[in-house]
């Protein structure tokens, strides 16, 4: 196996380089999805035969949990990539991944909440759907306040790259949990191996919406890495080169 | 559109008071994410070229003191982390193999 | 691969198995805690404790809503198939409440197992469909009735 390619995939420089070249593009086709996404969900679509309107919030809760677990899960392999190669990079990416995580485990919670009002009746029940994905807001909590209680770079790293593997057991609670266990929260929609119970006049907008936030947050990721880089590397010439040359993003 | 006139948007069939919020709410949060590191960018360019002027000032005099610009980049760090030092290459570390 | 490295990666996932282990023996457990909701087959054979609090809940069998004309008390029947329990609850019934729809309540089971519900939520499937799609469907499985589906 050629180790040298993904130690190549490891260096800061590398991927400042190769990333400066990807994001505008990638930036414009998140923002087009994005948009094309939500206006068609929020305003082309039929409302649903029971829930009505409401339904709506679908378009927004399900990218932002979906997100929510699938960057925990990447944290994780980071973390874990941290302890067995000490790549730094693996540590920054863990590092620039916990705020964005953090904001969209927020936000499903709180578009759950809003949507379950006028559906279930109530704002917020302890089952175990929903008790999981609080769970996940804390671990994310924990993992960004552990950091900043770190001085050392390496323990911190350490730290919370083990912090993040303990917690990643929560992730499949979180996508069986309504299989597991009787909750309020209904089973999956969009299922790996069966067709999914949407109609397809709903269901395009869904995906596209959810491609457009995986998208999003590669965008945003590579933004904040490439900052983080700029700061941990900032006494090597390149650094030096590339800040002078005003580079913008 | 689904909705015929903008009375029946903002309404949403009674729900429009859950719907336009959470849609605000998602808002901002995809404006943070795109705000926050923008700024942060900003402020460590800034740092940074502000660090490598004071640096080519300190250049000047004909002193060739390397031990003590050493010292002073360390005191800049803002993250209080330790880099191992200066001529650390930015590939990968393999510490304590 | 690297020893050192191999080393590392196996403590890594003996961590990750050790908290799941940890956890999952919690959550078996605390299961009894977790899971105090009795289906309608349960409240039946008695399995249900009566007068403590607990949650139950079921289909809302058709035909079966009667509202007290005083109050907003109202009772119905909830089934799963394989029992059938009267429900009492006095208050605002959920939006989405619908014969033929799941419920789920907080309560207490009286001596008569009618379990007199203190809250009542809706339970709502994972199915999505503009009303014209239900409405087919409703008309293909009711070929003589009214085609009124859930509304």
């Known amino acids: 196996m050629n180790w ?218 590579i933004i904040r890495l490439r900052t983080e880089i700029l700061d941990r590397e900032r006494r090597t010439k390149w650094v030096r080169n590339a800040v002078e040359a005003g580079a913008r993003s | 559109m689904y909705f015929e006139n903008f009375a029946s948007l903002v309404d949403m069939g009674g729900h429009g008071i859950y719907v336009w919020p959470t849609y605000a709410l998602g808002l901002l949060v995809i404006l943070y994410n795109i705000v926050s590191p923008m700024m942060a960018r900003k402020k460590i360019v800034t740092q940074i070229r502000r660090q490598a002027k004071a640096a080519n000032n300190r250049k000047k005099p004909a002193s060739s003191d390397t031990g003590r610009k050493v010292n002073s980049h360390e005191q800049f760090s803002a993250n209080g982390q330790q880099q191992a030092s200066t001529t650390e290459s930015s590939r990968t570390v393999n510490e304590g193999e | 691969m690297n020893p050192v490295r191999k080393q590392r990666l196996l403590l890594i996932l003996l961590l990750i198995a050790g908290v799941g282990v940890a956890v999952a023996l919690a959550l078996f457990a605390l299961k009894e805690n977790i899971n105090h909701y009795y289906s309608p087959a349960q409240i039946v054979s008695g399995e249900a404790p009566i007068g403590q609090k607990i949650r139950g809940g079921g289909v809302v069998v058709p035909g079966s809503l009667k509202r007290d004309p005083n109050g907003l008390t109202v009772t119905f029947n909830v089934s799963d198939g394989e029992g059938e329990v009267e429900v009492e609850y006095t208050g605002i019934l959920p939006d989405l409440f619908r014969e033929g729809q799941g419920i789920v309540g907080t309560g207490k089971l009286d001596e008569k197992r009618r379990f007199i519900a203190e809250e009542l939520l809706a339970k709502h499937d994972e199915n999505y469909m503009p009303p014209e799609v239900q409405h087919a469907i409703d008309k293909a499985h009711k070929p003589g009735a009214n085609a009124e589906g859930a509304q």
């Open chain 1, 4 to 221: 040298t390619f993904f130690h190549k995939l490891g260096s800061p420089k590398w991927f400042y380089e190769i990333s400066g070249k990807w994001l505008p593009w990638l930036a414009i086709l998140a923002a087009l999805m994005m948009a094309t996404g939500l206006t068609w969900g929020l305003l082309f679509t039929p409302p649903d035969y029971l829930q009505g309107n409401s339904y709506r919030i679908i378009f927004l809760h399900v990218p932002t949990a979906f997100l929510a677990s699938a960057i925990y899960v990447s944290m994780a392999i980071a973390g874990a990539v941290t302890l067995i190669w000490r790549i730094k990079l693996a540590d920054m990416a863990l590092k620039c991944m916990a705020p964005i995580g953090t904001s969209f485990c927020f936000l499903a919670l709180l578009t759950g909440a809003i949507w379950g009002k006028p559906t279930w009746g109530t704002w917020w029940v302890w089952d175990a759907r929903l008790t999981s994905m609080l769970i996940l807001l804390f671990l994310y909590f924990g993992v960004i306040a552990l950091r900043g209680a770190i001085r050392s770079a390496t323990t911190q790293a350490r730290a919370c790259a083990i912090l993040t593997l303990v917690g990643v057991v929560n992730i499949p609670i979180i996508k069986f949990s309504v299989q597991w266990w009787n909750t309020l929260h209904q089973g999956s929609t969009l299922k790996l191996t069966e067709k999914p119970s949407m109609a397809p006049e709903m269901l395009w907008p869904l995906l596209i919406s959810i491609a457009a936030f995986y998208l999003f947050f590669t965008v945003v990721l």
